[in-house]
């Protein structure tokens, strides 16, 4: 065999770590991987490699210059501040139109294109130098013949020349203070709005985007803090999950929506400010103040206000409905946690490569390709044919940054640019869930190790006291308690034996109380061990076999991925815990007639169908694609009808932490962003305007450190949603498989006694399923009525949604004649 460097290990190792379960299909057994949707990764190449040739074409052929985003740039091109002419001259100066005069000590107009780099601000007084328009002046000569001069054949009795002269003179300076400290900006008392003419006025020089993009060479130790902070408490929140879920997703929603209302309120606040008092304490820590100016500020801090209020009071509901319901997901997560925070410990390889690593690299990724558009942005020659006549363009003394290719085809390159670092992103996502859901399906067929429960340690491990003797224990198995609140329970203990005063003790402990007041007995430990082997087969197949299937996935994710998200949190807030789920027939179930009933029933109807058409564009095609080896077609087709069919607690506990995983995530990023704005805010070295390290655009860093906490907080609390659905997608799998096949692994308990084998599926997954971790999915919905396949309740919602519409239009009406126009349109049967 030949081999070529890495490549033949990369082959070696994929084939010794084939899993022996999967990939499969229904009806064959283990196959190779296969390389699906390869045109896409052709079209993949093809992008990254338009980025890289735009990004290189723009700094050695386009004179691109970081510094032209960030400083403003003068009537010569020079990028005040930095260019070598005007290096000692940081602020700039925008010239007042010559021939429109002042009105007291202000231009009445000002020339947009006669901008001048100064040392400082000008006062009262004094001059600057100012680049003035080009003057035409024509000058006409006669012919001293009256017959003409012969030109070439034609008679000229008169020539008309035209001279085009432009000149640099003096101006006389108006007020100015400096502004950002870059801009010299008119006094508050200047007519005309010359002020907001130079801040925010069309052909104002000042870029916003330039200011954000400087902040970032300054801001840089604060957002590497940021990003360690929200990996700690991500960390920190997944520890705590571990033992405390319940009572941790509690606090959180109760912290995240304290946090969310004062916002609210603290945005809402700044209709009662002054926004044109840019020195005002609430203006100078707003950050919608802080960015833009004037009324439009109010009014959209206002906005923002209402907004926050607004989730504030849908977090509010959501604590309510949590406090009935918080159980259900937090078995779930339980299950899911048994594999992150595995209890021998194998588990930490995992959580350094997959979530830790992959955060590091995604945020390395995006500030790269944002250092590359920047660059980008910047691109073009500094072109001084600034006069133009009859379409021909004539060298001038006023010099501007061209866009290369007649600027529409640069800025269709731009557009490209952006798609494909969206696809960039979408893809390092999609990557570290495939890896994710790569593990949970290999552990999830991992053979189960028992180990010892800490009590049984602690026993075990107990000091021997000084003065005692030695005593031989006998251990018994099963010791039947007779009275108490273990009555009738069989315990462990032992019997101890005392050579030397020859007495004999039985020892059972009967622990504290348990769940439904069941006395507490300690359960050895279930332990499947995570394999360094299945992270890095996961992530090679990802990158090579499997890139072309994820990277069509990209996009379809990226499009459908607010509606999926706006579904599941309103299947969340519209479902009512199972406890209190007494639903009866379809044609004997109540309509809800008021406002609320309709509203309740659309946003059911809507969760649904978003479910229906998109539930297989989101990460359970990956278990599919990692399962059953499929196409991009067949994995979102095979995910959306498992989901469908599943029914019964399966069905009703499928993407029931994605709402807990969005809180979660929140708490994180509005911790961590609102810690990194206080820094930048008011530590000395940050704020201080003489600082080499000072930030003058902490508002945008405020954003930056937002999308930074978001990368982080994700990777790391998308572990415990992406694990819950995994395991309760290959369970589904699994048991179809098994049900068909004796060969394959046991599931439960009584297939393992049945075929003299042992099961692989954890206890606490099958707790928390129930028998339908071996029944059918038909046979649990005829055995359960009320719990129905998500198709059949599509069709039922929608029933009862229309049905609550008509009832309140038609109040007044008998029940009869309230259902009758529906039956009369119902097609097929009503059963």
Same mark, same amino acid.
């Given at each position: 065999?030949?081999?070529?460097?890495?490549?033949?290990?990369?082959?070696?190792?994929?084939?010794?770590?084939m899993?022996?379960?999967?990939?499969?299909?229904?009806?064959?057994?283990?196959?190779?991987?296969?390389?699906?949707?390869?045109?896409?990764?052709?079209v993949?190449?093809l992008?990254?490699?338009?980025?890289?040739?735009?990004?290189?074409?723009?700094?050695?052929?386009?004179?691109?210059?970081?510094?032209?985003?960030?400083?403003?740039?003068?009537?010569s091109?020079?990028?005040?501040?930095?260019?070598?002419?005007?290096?000692?001259?940081p602020?700039?100066?925008?010239?007042?139109?010559?021939?429109?005069?002042f009105?007291?000590?202000?231009?009445?107009?000002?020339?947009?294109?006669?901008?001048t780099?100064?040392?400082?601000?000008?006062?009262?007084?004094?001059?600057v130098?100012?680049?003035?328009k080009?003057?035409?002046?024509?000058?006409?000569?006669?012919?001293?013949?009256?017959?003409?001069?012969?030109?070439?054949?034609?008679?000229?009795?008169?020539?008309?020349?035209?001279?085009?002269?432009?000149?640099?003179?003096?101006?006389?300076?108006?007020?100015?203070?400096?502004?950002?400290?870059?801009?010299?900006?008119p006094?508050?008392?200047?007519?005309?709005?010359?002020?907001?003419?130079?801040?925010?006025?069309?052909?104002?020089?000042?870029?916003?985007?330039?200011?954000?993009?400087g902040?970032?060479?300054?801001?840089?130790?604060?957002?590497?803090?940021?990003?360690?902070?929200?990996?700690?408490?991500?960390?920190?929140?997944?520890?705590?999950?571990?033992?405390?879920?319940g009572?941790?997703?509690?606090?959180?929603?109760?912290?995240?929506?304290?946090?969310?209302?004062?916002?609210?309120?603290?945005?809402?606040?700044?209709?009662?400010?002054?926004?044109?008092?840019?020195?005002?304490?609430?203006?100078?820590?707003?950050?919608?103040?802080?960015?833009?100016?004037?009324?439009?500020?109010?009014?959209?801090?206002?906005?923002?206000?209402?907004?926050?209020?607004?989730?504030?009071?849908?977090?509010?509901?959501?604590?309510?409905?949590?406090?009935?319901?918080?159980?259900?997901?937090v078995?779930?997560?339980?299950a899911?946690?048994?594999?992150?925070?595995?209890?021998?410990?194998?588990?930490?390889?995992?959580?350094?490569?997959?979530?830790?690593?992959?955060?590091?690299?995604?945020?390395?990724?995006?500030?790269?390709?944002?250092?590359?558009?920047m660059?980008?942005?910047?691109?073009?020659?500094?072109?001084?044919?600034?006069?133009?006549?009859?379409?021909?363009?004539?060298?001038?003394?006023?010099?501007?940054?061209?866009?290369?290719?007649?600027?529409?085809?640069?800025?269709?390159?731009?557009?490209?640019?952006?798609?494909?670092?969206?696809?960039?992103?979408?893809?390092?996502?999609?990557?570290?869930?495939?890896?994710?859901?790569?593990?949970?399906?290999?552990?999830?067929?991992?053979?189960i190790?028992?180990?010892?429960?800490?009590?049984?340690?602690?026993?075990?491990?107990?000091p021997?006291?000084?003065?005692?003797?030695?005593?031989?224990?006998?251990?018994?198995?099963?010791?039947?308690?007779?009275?108490?609140?273990?009555?009738?329970?069989?315990?462990?203990?032992?019997?101890?034996?005392?050579?030397?005063?020859?007495?004999?003790?039985?020892?059972?402990?009967?622990?504290?109380?348990?769940?439904?007041?069941a006395?507490?007995?300690?359960?050895? /430990?279930?332990?499947? +061990?995570v394999?360094? #082997?299945? &992270? @890095?087969?996961? $992530?090679?197949?990802?990158?090579t076999?499997? !890139? *072309?299937?994820?990277?069509?996935?990209?996009?379809?994710?990226?499009?459908?991925?607010?509606?999926?998200?706006a579904?599941?949190?309103?299947?969340?807030?519209?479902?009512?815990a199972?406890?209190?789920?007494?639903?009866?027939?379809?044609?004997?179930?109540?309509e809800?007639?008021?406002?609320?009933g309709?509203?309740?029933?659309?946003?059911?109807?809507?969760?649904?169908?978003?479910?229906h058409?998109?539930?297989?564009?989101?990460?359970?095609?990956?278990?599919?694609?990692?399962?059953?080896?499929?196409n991009?077609?067949?994995?979102?087709?095979?995910?959306?009808?498992?989901?469908?069919?599943?029914?019964?607690?399966?069905?009703? /506990?499928?993407g029931? +932490?994605?709402?807990? #995983?969005i &809180? @979660?995530?929140? $708490?994180?990023?509005?911790?961590?962003?609102? !810690? *990194?704005?206080?820094?930048?805010?008011?530590?000395?070295?940050?704020?201080?305007?003489?600082?080499?390290w000072?930030?003058?655009?902490?508002?945008?860093?405020?954003?930056?450190?937002?999308l930074?906490?978001?990368?982080?907080?994700?990777?790391?609390?998308?572990?415990?949603?992406?694990?819950?659905?995994?395991?309760?997608?290959?369970?589904?799998?699994a048991?179809?498989?098994?049900?068909?096949?004796?060969?394959?692994p046991?599931?439960?308990?009584?297939?393992?006694?049945?075929?003299?084998?042992?099961?692989?599926?954890?206890?606490?997954?099958?707790?928390?399923?129930?028998?339908e971790?071996?029944?059918?999915?038909?046979?649990?919905?005829?055995?359960?009525?009320?719990?129905?396949s998500?198709?059949?309740?599509?069709?039922?919602?929608?029933?009862?949604?229309?049905?609550?519409?008509?009832?309140?239009?038609?109040?007044?009406?008998?029940?009869?004649?309230?259902?009758?126009?529906?039956?009369?349109?119902?097609?097929?049967s009503?059963?």
């Amino acid at each position: 065999r030949f081999c070529v460097g890495k490549a033949c290990w990369l082959r070696e190792c994929e084939l010794a770590i084939m899993p022996a379960v999967f990939p499969r299909a229904d009806e064959v057994k283990v196959k190779p991987l296969a390389c699906n949707d390869k045109w896409c990764i052709l079209v993949f190449a093809l992008v990254i490699t338009g980025m890289a040739g735009l990004t290189w074409w723009a700094t050695a052929k386009e004179g691109a210059n970081i510094e032209r985003l960030i400083h403003p740039v003068d009537y010569s091109g020079q990028v005040c501040g930095y260019s070598p002419e005007v290096k000692d001259k940081p602020f700039l100066y925008v010239c007042g139109k010559a021939n429109a005069g002042f009105e007291g000590n202000y231009p009445t107009q000002l020339d947009f294109q006669s901008r001048t780099c100064v040392s400082e601000c000008p006062k009262l007084g004094g001059e600057v130098a100012c680049i003035g328009k080009p003057l035409v002046t024509p000058y006409a000569v006669d012919s001293q013949d009256h017959n003409g001069i012969n030109v070439h054949g034609v008679q000229v009795l008169k020539t008309v020349t035209w001279r085009v002269s432009q000149a640099v003179t003096y101006q006389k300076a108006y007020p100015t203070e400096p502004f950002r400290h870059m801009m010299c900006a008119p006094g508050w008392e200047a007519p005309n709005d010359l002020r907001d003419q130079i801040i925010f006025g069309a052909a104002s020089p000042l870029s916003k985007s330039g200011e954000a993009f400087g902040s970032l060479l300054t801001a840089w130790p604060v957002l590497l803090a940021v990003f360690f902070i929200a990996t700690v408490l991500s960390l920190l929140f997944l520890l705590l999950m571990t033992h405390y879920a319940g009572p941790v997703l509690f606090i959180a929603i109760v912290l995240a929506d304290i946090l969310i209302f004062l916002l609210g309120l603290f945005f809402a606040m700044g209709i009662f400010f002054d926004p044109f008092n840019t020195g005002g304490w609430y203006q100078s820590v707003n950050p919608i103040e802080r960015t833009i100016y004037g009324e439009w500020a109010r009014v959209l801090s206002l906005l923002v206000g209402v907004i926050l209020c607004g989730m504030g009071v849908l977090l509010l509901h959501t604590l309510y409905h949590s406090s009935e319901r918080i159980d259900e997901p937090v078995g779930l997560i339980h299950a899911s946690m048994e594999f992150i925070f595995e209890p021998s410990g194998s588990s930490v390889k995992f959580l350094i490569l997959v979530p830790f690593l992959s955060s590091i690299f995604t945020v390395a990724m995006v500030g790269f390709a944002i250092l590359c558009f920047m660059l980008v942005l910047t691109a073009g020659p500094v072109d001084s044919r600034g006069i133009v006549i009859d379409g021909h363009h004539y060298p001038s003394m006023y010099k501007g940054i061209q866009k290369p290719w007649n600027g529409f085809g640069w800025d269709i390159s731009m557009f490209l640019f952006v798609a494909g670092f969206i696809w960039l992103v979408e893809l390092m996502v999609a990557v570290q869930q495939y890896t994710v859901t790569h593990c949970v399906c290999n552990w999830f067929f991992q053979p189960i190790k028992m180990l010892p429960s800490k009590e049984k340690e602690k026993e075990k491990n107990a000091p021997k006291k000084p003065d005692s003797h030695e005593v031989r224990k006998t251990p018994l198995d099963r010791v039947e308690v007779v009275g108490g609140i273990a009555a009738g329970i069989h315990k462990e203990g032992y019997i101890e034996h005392d050579h030397e005063t020859g007495q004999k003790k039985m020892v059972v402990y009967l622990r504290d109380k348990g769940p439904n007041d069941a006395p507490y007995v300690p359960q050895d /430990l279930e332990s499947k +061990t995570v394999e360094f #082997e299945w &992270i @890095a087969a996961g $992530f090679c197949n990802a990158v090579t076999k499997k !890139l *072309g299937t994820l990277l069509y996935f990209c996009w379809y994710i990226f499009i459908t991925r607010p509606l999926r998200v706006a579904a599941e949190v309103m299947r969340f807030l519209t479902t009512p815990a199972s406890h209190k789920i007494q639903r009866k027939q379809f044609d004997e179930e109540e309509e809800t007639k008021d406002i609320w009933g309709i509203m309740h029933g659309a946003a059911s109807l809507f969760a649904t169908f978003v479910n229906h058409e998109f539930g297989g564009y989101s990460k359970d095609a990956f278990v599919d694609i990692v399962l059953r080896d499929t196409n991009f077609r067949e994995a979102s087709k095979d995910a959306s009808e498992q989901i469908l069919s599943a029914g019964g607690v399966i069905s009703f /506990l499928h993407g029931m +932490t994605r709402f807990y #995983e969005i &809180i @979660a995530s929140a $708490f994180i990023v509005l911790l961590s962003t609102v !810690l *990194g704005f206080v820094v930048m805010e008011n530590v000395p070295c940050f704020s201080d305007t003489n600082s080499s390290w000072y930030i003058s655009d902490t508002s945008s860093m405020a954003l930056t450190c937002f999308l930074i906490s978001g990368i982080v907080a994700y990777s790391w609390m998308s572990l415990f949603n992406t694990t819950s659905d995994s395991l309760l997608y290959t369970l589904m799998w699994a048991r179809k498989m098994s049900a068909n096949d004796t060969s394959f692994p046991a599931v439960t308990r009584a297939q393992a006694q049945a075929r003299g084998t042992s099961k692989v599926c954890p206890e606490a997954l099958l707790d928390l399923v129930g028998e339908e971790a071996s029944t059918d999915p038909l046979v649990a919905m005829k055995a359960n009525a009320k719990n129905r396949s998500q198709a059949t309740r599509f069709q039922h919602v929608g029933s009862r949604f229309k049905g609550a519409a008509m009832t309140t239009m038609g109040a007044g009406h008998s029940r009869h004649d309230e259902r009758d126009p529906l039956l009369r349109k119902a097609k097929g049967s009503t059963t």
